[in-house]
DNA sequence: GCAAAGTTTAAGAAAGGTTAAAGTTATCCT
DNA sequence: AGGATAACTTTAACCTTTCTTAAACTTTGC
């Protein structure tokens, strides 16, 4: 799952420049100049995180941290120039999450964005622990996976193409939804690499179960059997 | 064990001659001379017993106390020049364990707060915070390891890992995960560094017991052995 | 039957893990 | 305060697992 991060921040080169540098990092940016921006957009969809500068022309960050939490919960990073202690423990307890002081490292940044979502998926956790089909279950938070009782070994991107396939037993995944979600970049290349590990992973559902899970949908894609 | 104890006290002379009495009598001590210095300790360390003064220079003591409940299950006295049975029976039912007017006698001090650690070592006693896996012990309040009777040395943040391995067992925990719970500040760096810490704990398990404790589970993270 | 798509196998490449040792930082003790 | 000690981090060489690619083979659908 790919995390959409709201920047509100008015200087141009510093928005673009924490944009690009989330980009790079596997997150989703939207860029908004001014706290009034910033709003729109919270009102509009969900985002995994906010990153507030507290110097905004109009309304300033202060007024917009409580309008935010408002209406959406989310978690903010606050960013200033302001580094008094003051500050810091007024804003943290009138609802940011964190805080950071002008210039920052955006390597600093984007350890602290980790924290704050890893933290907030946690609290928010309303996931299914344990996804099951047929006599096939794979246990997410333990990474083990189990036919009939008997638990199987599997690699990284075998389980999660097989976290994909379960989630939606009848859906039909087609080999660049496999690769979106179980490869953390993006990947070009052969796409024959689906095919062997899927492969691999029939050979050891097979050294252990006589049924078929795995069908192919020729010219699309894969999905569970029914 | 040593029993810390948080001393909350503006005036300077009080608070010395204070922490050398107990001291003396066998405590460990530390030395708030204002409300939000007491906070900070408060929030980084447990202590066995808070001595409160109520006339405090900015957060009062009638503020604090509400606080450091919340931040810690610790006993408090509360000391002040105040005599009134109104304020009395306010704090204790605010949550202030004993109370004590000054000037007061500092044996009777001593007395008192043996009272309060006694009575909430009892209390407090019912839950023995142990952690058990195979033959493996972490006891978390004396911060000690044991296999198979014989004790080990673990460093912090051994103990810190192997305590987050424990609560649950058949977890998963990734490199990530670990950081955030073994690690106070966020870490920005080499991830090799918790494979070294798990290569040491592992080292000194061996010392002791032939078995296998901590699985690695490739590319995903470490977990404790089946 | 033929072309396109899928499967399997095996081997080399890449990624991740282990370990020891050296370097750095923090803590303790006089 | 300063030196000793312990703890933590980094480095680097080595090892293991996993991933990717290529080649040969099989199936599907026109």
Redesign the interface.
């Known amino acids: 799952m790919i995390h959409k991060i709201l920047i509100i921040e008015d200087d141009t080169d510093i928005n673009n420049m924490t944009a690009d540098a989330l980009k790079k990092a596997g997150y989703g940016c939207t860029q908004a100049f001014s706290g009034t921006e910033g709003l729109l957009y919270i009102e509009k969809e969900p985002y995994s995180l906010v990153i507030l500068d507290l110097m905004l022309p109009g309304m300033n960050g202060e007024e917009l941290l409580p309008q935010i939490k408002e209406k959406q919960a989310v978690p903010v990073i606050v960013v200033s120039a302001k580094d008094s202690l003051d500050s810091k423990v007024e804003l943290l307890t009138s609802g940011a999450e964190d805080y950071m002081t002008k210039p920052f490292e955006i390597?600093?940044l984007i350890?602290?964005i980790?924290?704050q979502i890893?933290?907030f998926a946690d609290t928010q956790g309303g996931k299914p622990e344990v996804l099951t089909y047929k006599d096939l279950q794979l246990?997410l938070?333990?990474?083990?996976a189990t036919v009939q009782g008997k638990s199987i070994e599997l690699?990284?991107q075998e389980f999660k193409i097989l976290e994909l396939l379960l989630s939606h037993p009848d859906r039909v995944y087609s080999k660049q939804d496999i690769y979106d979600y179980a490869w953390d970049d993006l990947y070009i290349g052969e796409d024959k690499t689906i095919n062997v590990h899927i492969s691999n992973i029939r050979k050891k559902l097979k050294a252990v179960s006589e049924q078929e899970y795995i069908e192919t949908v020729w010219g699309i894609g894969f999905r569970l059997a029914k």
């Open positions: 390597q600093e350890a602290r980790g924290v890893r933290r246990c938070d333990s990474f083990t690699t990284r």
